[in-house]
């Protein structure tokens, strides 16, 4: 089954039978606003009325806080086993598409290095996610290599349409969710598809253009390393690390063991490069010592770095780190800032 | 305030100009709506000058946070230094001014060294309140007008807030929006002082031990360890906080309920007598998390124990910097009564 069409009001009964057989996360209305959350019966509160979340999916598949084993004095006591087959149900396409480029890094492509925890939960995950119509001022994903309907990461895209939400497999795992379900969905009418890319279309086209050109961004930045405009650039940054936590393709982690006594857990939490400890030695030296050193370095993972090193610019064009940053560093300035060098 | 923007204006570039400071701190046009950031003057800088500041109802930002680093000493800014401190401008609201006299009595900043252009200060506009108002309709031009503000949104429509009710919480309950101590006051009449807002934490101090208990942890189960609040605030300037030690490991790193209730508990006891209820803790938090109810019954604690608050008086000791036997010990003593 390649399309099919969803009454709004169903969409808790999807979830319901698809929570049945697999651990599905979507969007509910939480504490103060609308989050991922694991579904138990389809009676939550499940929303699709956001231009973006918060909190990324990132956090589904690369958990901010995990256990990756627990010990007695010498001996690994429990591996706790990660779950599979995850649906996420309603991410945007960026989203989708940075779940794409954390796979380079976690994933066999990585010189060798897999990561059991992260790549168990990505094993037979569907990402099914939601077509944006009106990008967020504070968007730039058709500048980065996506689109408000980008299909790249994503299993099933939905577009939220006057008679429904229409689906789209993009994938066999897609068409086979849509078969496993067929009973719940409708026909889309002839013209829904139609109806579907050209929302699409005027979508990418309302959204603001940035000046990036992969290659001559990575060489302006790297010939920029001690250009003076990042003292300007990064002067008012606080050192807070709420634009790496946020960010959907920042993956950059610790592990550290919490124990009392002989008995403990080895676990992983998010780290960020914002932070002085990210990498202070146990001499006490701290080669990226101050504020400049430590933001130039985000950005330059980003745009230089990991383009290098596995061939994709590192930013899908949410916007979360405009729109949260406590004193609007906005990585879109320095985008054009070194496109103009 | 555009007649006291220009005042700013012409004040900086005279104080830049005259060479009275190396650099100056104010606000500027930010890249998104209902926001204003600081932005950072030299003499010499060629991308901002004195004409970009901004002085409008989105300056929230404290901009003490920022003023401790020019004047501490580093493995490379050693204490027999060579090169002297340098002197620093800054447009200061009453609660960016009470930061600078509590970071003088600890000795962070040196006043000499600061030329401050004191702001009467009307408020500030909440702006995610606006937004919230404006349920995902985003805002593509703003404009602030007598009574408040004029927004237009993607869909064109227009919405007017009243400034009253759309102030920031922190704002509406000041009282100390014009700023004492300064060097130079720029013109124009504050907002009528507010009564503290201690009403709204005699309240939850009614609530049951269960009820505060689970409030909190729900709080605090937003956290993702960010930072943000510590980072924004002017008084939270421990070279190496508590919870960044590694050798010494006093709370974990992760999101674990235990550890981000410990270190809003700890950061936020170490501001007791501190604590300038600036709310810019409140605001920098991507969460939304309230920590204003706790930072304000710190304050309020502090003033009803030890009759102290962080105002503009630059000679009265913080209750954490001293030791009276009269100090009230209650709390040990009888902590059922407290």
């Known amino acids: ?341 | 305030m555009k007649a006291v923007e220009t005042e700013v204006r012409n004040k900086a570039k005279e104080l830049l100009e005259k060479g009275e400071v190396d650099l100056f701190i104010g606000y500027g046009k930010a890249t998104i709506p209902l926001k204003s950031r600081p932005i950072f003057i030299a003499k010499d800088s060629a991308e901002e000058g004195p004409d970009d500041l901004v002085w409008d109802s989105f300056c929230s930002n404290n901009l003490a946070a920022y003023l401790q680093k020019y004047f501490e000493n580093q493995p490379n800014r050693r204490k027999k230094r060579e090169t002297p401190y340098p002197k620093i401008g800054m447009m200061a609201k009453g609660c960016d001014m009470r930061s600078v006299v509590a970071l003088v009595k600890e000795n962070q900043v040196i006043r000499e060294n600061m030329v401050i252009l004191g702001l009467p200060c009307t408020g500030m506009i909440d702006r995610r309140k606006v937004l919230e108002a404006l349920e995902g309709q985003e805002v593509t031009e703003y404009r602030e007008t007598e009574k408040g503000l004029e927004v237009t949104t993607r869909d064109g429509k227009s919405h007017s807030f009243d400034r009253e009710e759309y102030l920031q919480p922190a704002c509406k309950e000041c009282r100390f929006p014009v700023p004492e101590g300064t060097d130079f006051m720029m013109p124009g009449d504050g907002r009528k002082p507010g009564d503290g807002g201690y009403a709204r934490i005699k309240e939850f101090e009614q609530k049951s031990s269960d009820e505060k208990w689970e409030y909190f942890k729900t709080e605090m189960s937003k956290c993702i360890r960010c930072n943000a609040c510590r980072q924004a605030c002017p008084t939270c300037w421990c070279k190496e906080c508590f919870a960044d030690h590694t050798d010494l490991k006093w709370i974990g790193v992760g999101t674990d309920l235990s550890d981000t209730m410990i270190f809003q508990i700890i950061r936020i006891f170490h501001q007791a007598g501190r604590c300038v209820e600036c709310d810019a803790c409140y605001n920098a938090c991507p969460m939304g998390i309230d920590l204003r109810t706790y930072t304000k019954k710190i304050v309020k604690d502090t003033q009803e124990l030890f009759d102290f608050i962080p105002d503009f008086n630059t000679e009265s000791t913080p209750p954490l910097s001293t030791f009276s036997e009269q100090d009230t010990d209650g709390f040990i003593t009888d902590p059922e009564e407290h």
Not at chain 1, 69 to 94: H, K, M, N, Q, Y
Not at chain 1, 181 to 193: V, W
Not at chain 1, 317 to 332: A, F, K, L, Q, W
Request: aromatic share 10%; charged share 30%; glycine share 8%.
């Open chain 1, 1 to 341: 089954m390649k399309q099919a069409l969803l009454d709004k009001k169903d969409i808790g009964k999807l979830l319901k039978s698809a929570a049945v057989d697999s651990p599905v996360y979507a969007p509910v209305m939480g504490n103060s606003e609308i989050e991922f959350t694991r579904i138990a019966d389809g009676s939550e509160a499940v929303s699709l009325e956001y231009s973006n979340l918060k909190l990324s999916p990132k956090g589904i598949f690369f958990p901010q806080t995990e256990t990756l084993l627990t010990f007695d004095f010498d001996a690994v006591e429990d591996v706790p086993e990660p779950e599979s087959g995850i649906v996420v149900f309603g991410s945007r396409p960026c989203d989708a598409l940075s779940l794409l480029y954390l796979d380079k890094v976690f994933g066999p492509e990585n010189k060798g290095y897999d990561d059991p925890y992260y790549m168990k939960r990505r094993e037979d995950s569907v990402m099914i996610s939601l077509a944006c119509s009106e990008p967020c001022r504070t968007c730039f994903c058709t500048s980065v290599g996506g689109g408000p309907a980008d299909r790249k990461g994503s299993d099933i895209l939905m577009f939220d349409l006057d008679e429904g939400i229409f689906f789209r497999a993009e994938t066999g795992k897609g068409e086979a969710f849509l078969e496993k379900y067929s009973s719940l969905f409708g026909e889309p009418g002839a013209d829904t598809e139609k109806k579907a890319d050209e929302q699409g279309n005027e979508a990418a086209l309302s959204m603001e253009t940035l000046p990036v050109d992969k290659e001559a961004l990575k060489k302006h930045l790297d010939d920029g390393f001690e250009d003076p405009v990042w003292e300007k650039l990064t002067q008012n940054c606080i050192g807070c690390g709420a634009c790496t936590y946020l960010c959907p393709t920042c993956y950059c982690f610790d592990i550290s063991d919490e124990q009392r006594m002989y008995k403990g857990k080895r676990i992983r939490t998010w780290d960020a490069c914002q932070f002085p400890q990210f990498t202070k030695h146990a001499s006490g030296h701290n080669p990226r010592n101050t504020k400049l050193e430590r933001l130039r370095q985000r950005f330059m993972h980003k745009f230089s770095y990991l383009p290098e090193n596995m061939g994709e610019i590192y930013c899908v064009g949410c916007g979360r780190c405009v729109t949260n940053c406590p004193v609007n560093i906005d990585i879109r300035e320095v985008i054009e800032t070194f496109a103009k060098k």
